[in-house]
C-alpha cells in the first residue's frame, strides 16, 4: 500500500480571486502553498454549480454521468455512491476522514458520511452550529489540524476538508448579500478594482472589498490546516488538493459556463508536485481523481473520464486536454447550457431557450 497521505481543501464560490493568480488579495498561506507545489493557471471546474461540480471532481465524471444534475438539497443524487473517491480509497485500505462542508448529499433522505465512503466523520465532534461570522470554518479547521496533529504513521489517510467560505451571507434585515456577517468588518472599497466582467461602480466596489475580507479568512484557515500538517512532519509524504468548486457570486460567473464562471483555483503540492511551477495547459476537476491513482500507485477505476496531471510535473507545457467541456443543468431552476473550451476559443450553448 502507498504510504503517501492526500489533503484535499476546498472552498465555495472563490474562482481564481487569489493573490496566486495576481489578484490584489490577502491570501499568503495558499501564495505559499502555489510557491512550493504547482499552480495551474487554466484550471476550470466540469459544472460552475456547487454539488454537481464537488460530485464531478469526486467522482472523476461529468453530471451527466454521475447523475448530480442539481443541488443536492433540492433533489441532486449520486447513481453510485461507490464511485466517489473516498470510498475507493476507503476499499483499497486508507483511512477517509471528513471535516465541514460536504454538498453531495442533502435533502429529506441523505447519505451518511459511510456511504460516500468516509470512515471518519470529523464534522460530528463540532459542538458549534454553522455561523455567518465564520465561527463554522474555525472550527473545522481546528478538528481538522488535531487530527493531522494527532495520528498515527501507520495508516495512510485521506482528508477532506470543507469550508462555506467565500459563499455570500445574507445580512440582517436586508436584501443585499454580503460575504460576511453583520458583526464582521467589511473591507474598504477605496481599494479594490472588480473583475473585469463587473461594471466598476461604488456598489459593487463596495462588494467586492467585502469578499477581499473573506478571501483572507479562508486563507487563514487553510493556514492552520497546512500548519499542522507541517508541525506533524507530514508535509513530505502527503499530497495537497487545494481548490474551489467554481466562480464566485456575480453576475456571468457562478453558474455560468464563461470563464469567470468555470476558471478555479487549483494548486497541487506534495508528492512530485512541487517546486513553484505554473502550468498553463487546460486541465479540470474531473482530471484529479486519475492523478490520486497516478501518485499512489493504483489502477484506474473503470469510470473515469479525466486525464492524469502526473506528465504536467516533467513537462509542464505538455498538452493534456486538447478541449475541456462543462455543463449547467439545475441551480435554481431547469436551465440546461453546454461549454466547450479549447486554448483559443470557448463555445457555449444554452439548449433549451422560452418563449
Not at 29 to 52: D, I, W, Y
Not at 252 to 264: D, F, I, P, R, S
Request: aromatic letters at 8%; glycine letters at 8%; one cysteine or more.
Amino acid at each position: 500500500m502507498s504510504t503517501i497521505n492526500v489533503v484535499y481543501l476546498h472552498s465555495h464560490d472563490t474562482g481564481r480571486y487569489t493573490s496566486a493568480y495576481g489578484h490584489a488579495l490577502q491570501t499568503p498561506h495558499m501564495q505559499k502553498l502555489a510557491e512550493r507545489g504547482v499552480l495551474f493557471r487554466q484550471a476550470f471546474c466540469n459544472n460552475p454549480t456547487c454539488s454537481p461540480s464537488r460530485a464531478c471532481l469526486l467522482t472523476g465524471q461529468d453530471a451527466h454521468s454521475n447523475g448530480m444534475m442539481g443541488l443536492a438539497h433540492r433533489g441532486g443524487k449520486l447513481n453510485d455512491p461507490s464511485q466517489m473517491l473516498p470510498y475507493f480509497l476507503r476499499d483499497v485500505g486508507y483511512e477517509t476522514a471528513i471535516c465541514g462542508f460536504q454538498h453531495v448529499t442533502g435533502g429529506e433522505l441523505p447519505l451518511t458520511m459511510d456511504q460516500l465512503g468516509y470512515s471518519l466523520d470529523l464534522s460530528a465532534q463540532r459542538d458549534i452550529q454553522p455561523a455567518p461570522t465564520g465561527a463554522d470554518d474555525i472550527a473545522t479547521a481546528a478538528v481538522a489540524a488535531d487530527f493531522l496533529r494527532t495520528r498515527g504513521q501507520d495508516q495512510p489517510f485521506f482528508l477532506d476538508v470543507g469550508f462555506t467560505t467565500t459563499h455570500r451571507t445574507n445580512k440582517k434585515d436586508s436584501d443585499v448579500q454580503w460575504h460576511n456577517g453583520e458583526l464582521s468588518p467589511q473591507g474598504d472599497p477605496r481599494y479594490v478594482q472588480v473583475p473585469a466582467c463587473l461594471p466598476d461602480t461604488p456598489e459593487t466596489r463596495a462588494d467586492y472589498a467585502d469578499y477581499a475580507v473573506a478571501v483572507t479568512r479562508l486563507d487563514d484557515y487553510i493556514g492552520r490546516v497546512l500548519d499542522a500538517l507541517e508541525e506533524a512532519g507530514l508535509t513530505e509524504n502527503t499530497l495537497v488538493i487545494c481548490t474551489t468548486d467554481h466562480g464566485i457570486a456575480y453576475p456571468h460567473m457562478k453558474c455560468n459556463l464563461t470563464a469567470h464562471g468555470t476558471g478555479v483555483m487549483l494548486t497541487l503540492a506534495g508528492a512530485g508536485f512541487d517546486g513553484g511551477a505554473v502550468v498553463d495547459s487546460l486541465v479540470n476537476h474531473i482530471d484529479l481523481f486519475p492523478t490520486v491513482c497516478d501518485v499512489l500507485g493504483l489502477d484506474h477505476p473503470a469510470w473515469l473520464q479525466g486525464q492524469s496531471l502526473t506528465p504536467l510535473r516533467e513537462d509542464p507545457a505538455a498538452v493534456l486536454n486538447e478541449a475541456l467541456f462543462a455543463e449547467v443543468n439545475y441551480h435554481a431552476a431547469h436551465e440546461p447550457k453546454r461549454n466547450v473550451r479549447t486554448k483559443r476559443h470557448s463555445y457555449i450553448r444554452r439548449v433549451t431557450t422560452r418563449n
